[in-house]
């Protein structure tokens, strides 16, 4: 009996250190890429200070860890990011680990303020785009990113930027292919050799 309960407060425990008490579970531990998978370029991403530094060539990290098993549907993603000048990211969700190339899979949330591309961050990129500007290069600043069902909801810094309801987008292409509401997992996106971002916060909450 003192074994088995010893073994429930083990488990409590475990389980009170994974996920942060409010329904928010990191998928960055603050140390490593431990739980990311990252393509074509693996030097485009390190951590430096408890941060996720993004620079170098075309390269996107894939969320592979233990957290709902990779595997999410109906979420709220939360990520604290900073971007240089001129910088372009993206952070991509129900998508999937692809070795080479841009993710064919799930959606693309912009990450942009001054990049020459029009699509600013909280683009549905291609999808619902955004032009105007929220925060500046160099600042810390928060994409909030919510999916229920097929309504896709991105905040920055609380502000709600974008909604997106895939039944009712009546100009949806019909190549799009695989970029739809499905399930699958996060990545994070190194663009080009001149695209510096911070990571410092990656959490979800799944619904």
């Not at 030097?43 to 957290?67: C, L, N």
């Not at 930027?161 to 292409?173: G, L, T």
């Amino acid at each position: 009996m003192k074994n088995l309960l010893a073994f429930i407060i083990l488990i409590n425990v475990s389980f009170s250190a994974f996920s942060q008490g409010d329904g928010w579970t990191p998928l960055f531990n603050g140390k490593n890429l431990d739980g990311w998978k990252i393509s074509e370029n693996a030097s485009s991403f390190s951590v430096e200070d408890g941060i996720i530094k993004i620079d170098g060539p075309r390269a996107h990290a894939f969320y592979v860890g233990e957290v709902n098993g990779a595997d999410f549907k109906d979420f709220e993603l939360l990520v604290e990011l900073k971007t240089m000048p001129k910088a372009n990211s993206g952070i991509f969700f129900h998508t999937k680990y692809q070795e080479t190339g841009w993710p064919e899979k799930g959606y693309e949330v912009q990450v942009n303020q001054t990049h020459t591309d029009w699509r600013k961050s909280g683009s549905l990129y291609s999808f619902n785009d955004v032009r105007d500007v929220y925060v500046k290069d160099g600042d810390w600043y928060t994409t909030h990113i919510i999916v229920k069902g097929d309504h896709v909801t991105v905040k920055i810094n609380g502000k709600t930027v974008m909604e997106y309801v895939e039944s009712q987008d009546e100009k949806r292409p019909e190549n799009a292919g695989e970029k739809k509401i499905d399930r699958g997992t996060f990545a994070l996106q190194a663009h080009d050799p001149e695209s510096v971002i911070y990571y410092k916060s990656v959490k979800v909450k799944v619904l």
